[in-house]
């Protein structure tokens, strides 16, 4: 079945620092792939898609690309704030899933002043 | 516009009785998802709604249901309830059951005694 793997976490860096989280995934079709945020005390939150092989989904500074030879959509940002302290997580849905998403176990980034 | 809407926001039973949670949707969407985030977990699929019906259903057994009413809106049950399903219950809403964007509600914490 579907499943995605992300980085062990938690992650901590200091203000300015670059992110990399990465995420891998398995999947028997050519699935789209998302990065969600989980704000403290708030809802998921799509934070960039991409929806096949080669694609860029960027937002907020935020950008991974859909590498369909690593099966990776590793997500970056040059320069954290303390704001983007949250936790990530990395989904994918097949293309016959519809709204039906498998997401990763989640990485908890805490951006230090 | 309000977003999703989920209630209540937090509740407390004990093993075997039975919980019913309730979701609204974003306006102009249709289509309803349930999903359960244990604990450092990332979220798991239940099942989704469309056009009152359940379209798809994740590996969750049969103590778990659901319905939708003519104006979109959910309902949850989970009947017998045990120790492990004590979890954070979010509800998402797209529209055509497509997965263009899913927006979640902020979750029903369930705690099971």
């Known amino acids: 079945g579907d499943s995605v793997t992300q980085m062990e976490g938690p992650v901590t860096l200091s203000e300015e620092a670059f992110l990399t989280i990465n995420c891998t995934y398995t999947?028997?079709?050519?699935?789209?792939l998302f990065w969600y945020v989980q704000y403290p005390g708030e809802g998921l939150q799509l934070l960039l898609k991409a929806t096949k092989a080669d694609d860029k989904g960027s937002n907020k500074g935020f950008e991974a690309t859909y590498r369909k030879e690593t099966t990776s959509f590793h997500l970056e940002k040059g320069s954290v704030q303390v704001s983007d302290s949250a936790v990530y997580f990395c989904?994918?849905?097949?293309?016959?899933?519809?709204?039906?998403?498998?997401f990763g176990e989640g990485t908890q980034l805490t951006v230090n002043p | 516009d309000a977003g999703v809407t989920q209630s209540p926001t937090h509740l407390i039973k004990t093993r075997g009785q039975q919980v019913t949670l309730r979701c609204s949707p974003k306006?102009?969407?249709?289509?309803v998802s349930w999903y359960q985030q244990a604990l450092g977990q990332g979220p798991q699929f239940i099942f989704q709604?469309?056009?009152?019906?359940?379209?798809q259903r994740g590996n969750f057994p049969d103590r778990f249901s659901g319905h939708q009413y003519p104006n979109y809106s959910s309902e949850l049950n989970v009947n017998a309830l045990l120790l492990g399903d004590s979890a954070l219950y979010l509800c998402?809403?797209?529209?055509?059951?497509?997965?263009?964007?899913?927006?979640f509600g902020e979750g029903s914490r369930l705690t099971v005694l």
């Open positions: 999947a028997t079709g050519y699935p789209s």
């Open positions: 989904a994918l849905s097949e293309e016959t899933s519809g709204s039906r998403l498998t």
């Open positions: 709604y469309y056009e009152e019906e359940e379209r």
């Open positions: 306006s102009g969407h249709d289509t």
């Open positions: 998402a809403s797209s529209k055509d059951m497509g997965i263009g964007e899913l927006f």
